[in-house]
């Protein structure tokens, strides 16, 4: 940045660019809320209409009263809430272990975590499901949540920012006798919170919006969620748009919300200063 | 103890001198369904308490698994030995990935034997392979042309019209006012295929399965279709969401379609309520078959059912009892492929958004002459290379004959390969 | 208690501090690789095999050693698509990822309130289901009536046609940078959250300008999540699928068609199970190439500090 420009200048400019970016996002989000209150024939109408000539909330009524949303929503959170405190502590307990600890085969073992977030689901997934069945994880929920809950991509993340915590506030614990697990837990653990929040939100994310795995190991409509139901909203033969989207809004409020909530942890940071003192 | 242990061997022989057959038959029957669309899981679960009254031992599961998705799953199935379902929906555009090796469906050529008078066997070309039947249709899905009736009428031109040249004549009108007569994919082999099954065409293949796709009948069709759309006849909006605007915009005079396609329409250009009515499809010489057939799906019963027999009768129970057929055009509006019941009177009732025309009669009209069609194993292969073709004769890549020569010598090869 | 096992106790705990450090990473890092191991080692493997074959899914197999690897080498649409996907690759790395770091930068800087705002905002895309975005999307880049035809039209400029084979790869790119440009923001912030303000305090006294104290202070302390978000982005534009899918069905003439895709073609609707897994292994190994290439590039394999 010049330093010529003044910061009133470089406020706006960044405010403008900001804005801007923002609002080309927002658009279609926003687009898509006033077409959950719309016609079916209002959504494809030309021009399009912000708000609805004729607003109403058929489409959420029928997305309790006849796809049961509530149902497959509570589902879809019981898998999301196992799934994410599970891999927070296992991606990050790995991740520290490949931050922190030199052993042999490190490089070699991390080259094949990486190797593991590179196969392509579509590449296994028929021998996939065939182990599926033969594990008789068919229709459970521990076969949905099983197999990705140490996911490469976690620990990775983790391992990351696990490389900033400073090695001498590990030794210092060591020196006061400390258990590596325990110096995982309280002090290494506490120091990545930022990077904590952020992967809880991408967990459950990730498992919220899941939809082919479940989708292989869930058969019972009872134990089915929510994108897989959202799935057969629209298809060759039924277009339920307005419904669909009324669907997608509801289910984002769940990760908004956890968003929300922990977003103060994105911005804490690594207070290397109060660690020192 | 002992004489309670006796008592029951006595009894499990006794039984068993009795016979399995008796027993088994008499025991419970659990039949799983996979479907996708819920209008198929509503017509299932709402007929299912009147077949429990004719077969009280069998129970009908129904699993509703998305588009896609199902068919993906019935793979796995298939390859891991286990798992598939006594009976599944094959939607037609998925069918010859089934058909390949040695299929996972059993043929149901004896089964549908009896119904061969009833059942429009016509419809039966989708599923076949071989000679062997893979799959029984739920819809007759006759094509029609949709229309506005107020277009054609302010613009002099009176329907139906006999002849598809007749046709080409008389949208010049239209072509006038900015207005195409019909509309048509350019980039998908969709309506193409309907018009090639209209033309006496048995498809991508002939009854041997040998590719005709660079045969000179498939070759005239492309270039005279290629015409329609060069003269401003048809127009190719390229998009569903195209098409019903400049339907909505009166930009769109006809196009041809299946049953569920007025389904569509009324959906999605709703605002022009009373203006479309629907014709047989000119012909392509006097006399020449007026309709055609786009879309179905089958019920198929798969090798790894133990309950092949009840699954039959389960299907017999839902397709040909008239009352079920009724039932589920009402849920889903796809007209039977079953001769004795297209004059029920439910299915010929006026229509206010078709200007209370009974579609009903047009579509029991037209049901004899849904024509016949080959597909078999290659029939992905071969969609998917034809519609890459049309879309590079449509935007004058190569010439009609290039692109199809080519599509045929590429899916020849991919055959060869296996 | 005996006084031996006192010994012996001793003796374990002993052997166990000087192990401890030993044994604790692998115990650490045990549920990956056994879960690994099970769900996908097994599973890769088999579908080697199948490679290795011709097959669709019933029936008997035919072997045919290396034939679907020498058939994809000259396989036109698999050439096609895989230079498809290449350009999406290109694309992620030359808009989405300039834009995340410029969006967290300006986030993260003391210039800028209402930062959750922005957070929450360029997040939001994300969280809106697939099926649900490329609806809105289809609406947006429609050729006769699209948002963006009719923003052109009011400037006078005429219609393009979005989702034909010159521009449905820019409208692929465009949905996808859509999408996952918060994503990556979110990544760069947490990169640059956890960069001591101590260094900025000291260049600050040394009297180090905004783009020295960028250059030479922000850049390199954002290398580790650089790297993450570099094999990552990597990773997604080589396995995209489901927006060139659901935006043009890999079309018109395959021209937005990616090598998942062909792939989920010929191993699922086409049925040749040993082909597709070719593709797959195909596909595999390029990720896995391109990424051992990016952690060289960025150092990863230098010996520890």
């Known amino acids: ?277 | 103890m002992n004489t309670a242990r006796q008592f029951f061997v006595l009894l499990l022989t006794v039984s068993m001198l009795l016979g399995a057959g008796t027993a088994s038959a008499q025991d419970d029957v659990t039949l799983t369904i996979w479907t996708f669309g819920s209008f198929f899981t509503d017509f299932y679960e709402g007929i299912e308490a009147n077949y429990k009254e004719i077969a009280p031992h069998v129970s009908i599961e129904v699993e509703e698994i998305p588009y896609g998705q199902l068919y993906d799953n019935l793979q796995g199935a298939f390859v891991a030995g286990v798992g598939a379902p006594d009976i599944v929906d094959v939607e037609q555009g998925v069918i010859s990935r089934f058909l390949k090796g040695e299929p996972g469906l059993i043929a149901l050529n004896d089964l549908i034997a009896p119904h061969e008078d009833d059942y429009i066997m016509a419809k039966t070309g989708l599923y076949a392979h071989q000679g062997a039947i893979y799959g029984i249709d739920h819809c007759l899905c006759p094509v029609v042309l949709y229309y506005r009736h107020d277009i054609f009428a302010d613009a002099g031109i009176e329907m139906p019209i006999a002849t598809w040249d007749e046709f080409v004549d008389a949208a010049a009108a239209l072509t006038e006012q900015g207005i195409a007569a019909l509309v048509l994919d350019d980039r998908s082999w969709g309506d193409f295929y309907i018009l090639l099954l209209q033309s006496g065409s048995p498809g991508f293949f002939d009854a041997e399965g040998n590719v005709i796709v660079d045969s000179a009948e498939t070759i005239a069709l492309l270039e005279w279709y290629l015409g329609l759309l060069e003269s401003g006849v048809a127009i190719a909006p390229g998009d569903s969401q195209s098409t019903y605007g400049l339907m909505a915009e009166g930009k769109i005079a006809a196009r041809a379609g299946a049953d569920w396609y007025g389904g569509f329409i009324k959906n999605n250009v709703a605002d022009t309520e009373g203006l479309w009515r629907a014709a047989p499809l000119p012909a392509f010489e006097e006399g020449g078959a007026r309709t055609s057939t786009h879309g179905g799906t089958a019920y198929s019963i798969t090798q790894q059912s133990e309950h092949k027999d009840e699954a039959w009768s389960f299907i017999e129970f839902a397709l040909f009892n008239e009352d079920n057929k009724i039932f589920e055009f009402e849920v889903n509006n796809l007209l039977p492929p079953v001769l004795s019941h297209l004059d029920n009177e439910a299915l010929l009732g006026p229509d206010p958004y078709f200007d209370n025309q009974s579609l009903g009669e047009l579509f029991l009209e037209l049901a004899p002459e849904v024509p016949h069609q080959a597909r078999g194993p290659w029939f992905n292969e071969a969609s998917t290379l034809v519609g890459n073709a049309i879309f590079e004769a449509v935007q004058g890549e190569k010439t009609a004959e290039q692109a199809l020569n080519d599509a045929a010598e590429e899916l020849r090869r991919q055959i060869d390969f296996g | 208690m005996s006084s031996a096992s006192i010994v012996e106790e001793r003796g374990l705990r002993a052997w166990w501090s000087r192990s401890e450090r030993k044994i604790v990473p692998y115990a650490f890092i045990s549920p990956f690789y056994i879960l690994f191991i099970v769900f996908s080692v097994g599973p890769l493997f088999y579908a080697l095999y199948l490679s290795l074959h011709r097959w669709p899914g019933t029936g008997p197999m035919r072997h045919v050693g290396l034939g679907n690897y020498t058939y994809l080498a000259g396989d036109p649409v698999f050439l096609k698509s895989l230079w498809n996907t290449v350009y999406y690759a290109i694309g992620a790395f030359l808009f989405i990822l300039p834009l995340a770091l410029l969006l967290a930068l300006l986030i993260n800087s003391t210039l800028i309130r209402m930062k959750s705002l922005f957070r929450i905002g360029y997040f939001l895309p994300i969280l809106t289901s697939t099926v649900a975005a490329t609806i809105m999307f289809l609406l947006i880049f429609n050729n006769q009536f699209g948002l963006i035809n009719q923003g052109l039209a009011s400037l006078g400029i005429p219609a393009l046609k979005w989702l034909d084979e010159e521009l449905v790869k820019i409208s692929v790119l465009a949905v996808v940078t859509w999408r996952y440009t918060g994503i990556n923001v979110l990544y760069f912030l947490t990169g640059l959250q956890s960069i001591p303000p101590e260094l900025y305090e000291a260049a600050q006294v040394d009297g180090a300008g905004t783009w020295a104290q960028f250059r030479y202070i922000t850049l390199p302390q954002l290398r580790p999540i650089a790297l993450f978000v570099g094999v990552v982005t990597m990773i997604g534009s080589f396995q995209l699928f489901a927006e060139p899918l659901l935006l043009a069905n890999g079309g018109p003439n395959d021209a937005s068609l990616t090598i998942a895709n062909y792939l989920y073609r010929m191993g699922f609707t086409n049925a040749k199970l040993g082909y597709g897994s070719a593709i797959g292994w195909v596909l595999a190994l390029i990720i896995f190439g391109l990424s051992f290439f990016q952690l060289y590039l960025f150092g990863a394999f230098r010996k520890e500090d």
Do not use: C
Not at chain 1, 59 to 69: G, I, K, P, R
Not at chain 1, 180 to 188: D, T
Not at chain 1, 228 to 257: C, F, W
């Open chain 1, 1 to 277: 940045m010049d330093s010529t420009l003044t910061v009133r200048a470089q406020r706006t400019i960044a405010y403008g660019f900001l804005f801007f970016i923002l609002i080309s996002m927002a658009t279609p989000f926003v687009w898509m809320i006033s077409n959950t209150i719309k016609e079916q024939s209002e959504i494809f109408q030309m021009p399009p209409t912000l708000i609805p000539d004729e607003p109403h909330l058929r489409n959420y009524v029928s997305l309790f009263e006849d796809f049961d949303f509530h149902k497959h929503f509570l589902n879809s959170a019981f898998i999301a809430v196992v799934h994410t405190a599970s891999h927070l502590f296992l991606a990050s307990l790995a991740g520290f272990a490949f931050a922190k600890y030199s052993f042999p085969l490190k490089n070699f073992l991390f080259l094949v975590l990486l190797g593991s977030m590179m196969v392509p689901l579509y590449t296994i997934f028929i021998p996939l499901f065939v182990l599926v069945i033969r594990l008789g994880l068919v229709d459970s929920y521990a076969g949905v949540i099983l197999p990705g809950v140490a996911g490469a991509f976690g620990i990775f993340f983790m391992k990351q920012s696990m490389e900033a915590v400073p090695g001498e506030l590990l030794d210092s614990a060591r020196i006061d006798g400390a258990s590596e697990f325990r110096i995982y837990w309280q002090i290494a653990l506490p120091l990545v919170r930022p990077a904590l929040a952020v992967l809880a939100v991408l967990a459950f994310m990730g498992s919220w919006n899941d939809f082919v795995w479940p989708l292989v190991v869930l058969r019972s409509r009872e134990l089915q969620t929510l994108p897989v139901v959202m799935a057969g909203m629209v298809n060759l033969y039924r277009m339920e748009y307005g419904v669909v989207m009324a669907a997608s809004l509801l289910s984002t409020l769940p990760i908004l919300l956890l968003f929300l909530a922990l977003q103060k942890q994105f911005v804490q940071g690594l207070t290397v200063g109060a660690i020192k003192s």
